[in-house]
């Protein structure tokens, strides 16, 4: 059981899934950097100086050692941002390879 186990981790695909889930892990932090410290800046400046990660809406204010309820909606807009623009670079990517992939098969135009 143990040499099939080894055979299976062995396999390419098993190996191209784990780099894929490192870069994406990497990729993923980059994503956040970006719109939290390059991004949202700029759109806040543009729109008044807001800071979208402290946007809320609180629905009980904090009483005592009772922290406040509140609807944390910038966090959700970064979250956005941050899953647009990693769509937007995956749909680059995959152009791209569909580019490469089918450029060769496509006889030139004459």
């Not at 719109?35 to 946007?55: A, H, K, R």
């Amino acid at each position: 059981m143990l040499s099939e186990f080894r055979a299976f981790i062995a396999q390419g695909n098993v190996l191209d899934l784990a780099v894929g889930i490192i870069i994406g892990a990497a990729f993923g932090k980059i994503t956040t950097s970006l719109v939290e410290d390059i991004i949202n800046p700029i759109l806040g400046l543009v729109i008044g100086g807001i800071d979208f990660s402290q946007l809320k809406i609180v629905l009980k204010e904090a009483v005592g050692t009772t922290p406040e309820v509140a609807i944390r909606y910038g966090n959700f807009l970064n979250v956005l941002i941050q899953f647009l623009v990693i769509a937007w670079v995956v749909f680059l990517i995959v152009k791209a390879a569909n580019r490469a992939r089918f450029s060769n098969s496509i006889p030139p135009k004459e």
